[in-house]
């Protein structure tokens, strides 16, 4: 049996990624890219059950689309939504203050590919099925948007910017400004 002690929280499943068992995984350490970590593990009625890694990509600097051996379907990876995951502490960064999930990406600018810019990451919210980028625009009105990679077009950790092709209509932005001289 596998004792908790020898593991490290990683992260949680979000929602399944297309039909084939893929599933969003938020993570707070990315273990799972090291070379030779081949499970992980998923807690499920309090027992940490090994899953292993058939394959995974990165989507951002805080979420991968993981496929597991044996999760086959999307009521598979359905099943997976929510719960933590663990991984062998040995393949964890020994580094203090891992950001949560939610702060991975925060401070990051959000884009638009036909709008430029639109304001400023605050977290992510994935407790839903829909994982959601929350963000701020520059007049403190709220942004939400739909973390998925049919909306993301670029990704630059360097230049902390996320770039999306939102359908025309998801984000109201007041342009409608007048100017006085």
């Avoid at 062998?88 to 580094?95: H, L, M, P, Y």
Wanted: include cysteine; hydrophobic fraction near 40%; charged fraction near 35%.
């Amino acid at each position: 049996m596998i004792n908790e002690e020898d593991l490290t929280n990683i992260g949680k499943l979000g929602k399944p990624h297309g039909v084939d068992g893929e599933v969003a995984f938020v993570f707070t350490d990315d273990a799972f890219d090291q070379e030779g970590c081949e499970f992980l593990f998923i807690k499920i009625d309090g027992i940490h059950v090994p899953f292993h890694i058939d394959g995974y990509r990165f989507k951002s600097a805080a979420v991968a689309i993981v496929k597991f051996e044996g999760v086959d379907c999307i009521d598979d990876a359905k099943r997976l939504q929510g719960m933590e995951v663990w991984c062998d502490k040995s393949f964890a960064r020994e580094e203090e203050d891992e950001p949560e999930p939610e702060e991975a990406l925060t401070g990051y600018e959000i884009r638009d590919a036909k709008l430029g810019h639109i304001g400023t990451v605050t977290g992510i919210d994935a407790q839903t099925e829909n994982i959601l980028l929350l963000g701020e625009d520059d007049n403190g009105g709220e942004v939400i948007i739909p973390l998925h990679d049919d909306l993301i077009k670029d990704i630059d950790d360097g230049g902390r910017v996320i770039t999306f092709d939102l359908p025309d209509g998801m984000i109201d932005l007041d342009k409608a400004v007048t100017e006085t001289d």
